[in-house]
């Protein structure tokens, strides 16, 4: 069940969420365009993710309080 750290205004739960691995986002990195996002090494990706192995580079986030939308298999 969803925690109040991880519930909108509006009472909806906000994991889990499907996105791209840990990056660093482009407009961080000097010079760079949309989509220059770089990858982070897989030691310095949070605890509350994990990649798809079906879609390399894509993933499921979790709630880190309290495991809210934590996939089974994690």
Known sequence: MACEMCTDPDGNPCF????????TCFY??????I?????????????????????????TYWC???GEGKPEAA
């Not at 969420?17 to 840990?22: C, Q, T």
């Not at 961080?28 to 365009?33: C, E, F, R, S, T």
């Not at 989509?35 to 993933?59: A, H, I, K, M, Y």
């Open 16 to 23: 889990p969420d499907y996105g791209p691995v840990p990056h």
């Open 28 to 33: 961080k990195i000097p010079g760079a365009a």
């Open 35 to 59: 989509g220059q996002s770089v990858t982070l090494p897989r030691d310095q990706w949070p605890e509350n993710f994990q990649e798809d192995p079906e879609v390399p580079g894509c993933g």
């Open 64 to 66: 880190s309080h309290c």
